[in-house]
């Protein structure tokens, strides 16, 4: 699946039931571009075990990789998602990833290209975490 935006490949994910509420559709499956990092509701079936290492290869797998996708795919409307983004973000960090650093190494990966500023929202999801 390509995205819409930038035509580069999307990873598929399944979203259980408790993450849903952080999605603005509450969908069951969602889709992030490897290289733009748009977020989309997808009917499209997920995949088993979705490989988040296409997005980066300091980003989460299993539970984690999921909060990581959701929380960067909403950063773009940090201002609408901020306490979705802030819980998102603790639920990495619960589950053993510094969400910091995903971020940090995703805004170097020169293959990256976000449709908003990834260095300036880095600086904000850190304001949130320690709040």
């Known amino acids: 699946m390509t995205c819409p935006d930038c ?6 994910f399944g979203v259980p039931r408790d993450l849903r509420e952080f999605l603005p559709e ?3 499956s969602a ?3 490897t290289h733009c990092l748009r977020l989309d509701p997808t009917d499209a079936a997920p ?10 290869d300091a980003f989460p797998g299993g539970d984690a990789g ?18 979705e983004i802030a819980d998102l973000l603790e639920r ?11 971020l ?3 805004a170097a990966d020169p293959e990256i ?3 908003f500023d990834l260095d300036r929202r880095r600086t904000q999801a850190e304001q949130l975490l320690y709040e």
């Open 104 to 106: 940090d190494r995703l």
């Open 92 to 102: 990495v960090e619960r589950g053993g990833t510094d969400p910091l650093l995903v």
């Open 26 to 28: 509450e969908s069951a």
């Open 47 to 56: 995949t088993d075990d979705p490989d988040f290492s296409a997005i980066g």
């Open 66 to 83: 999921v909060a990581m996708a959701l929380a960067v795919g909403l950063l773009d409307s940090l201002a609408l998602y901020r306490s």
């Open 7 to 12: 035509g580069s490949e999307r990873v598929t």
């Open 113 to 115: 290209d976000p449709a």
């Open 31 to 33: 889709t992030l571009c």
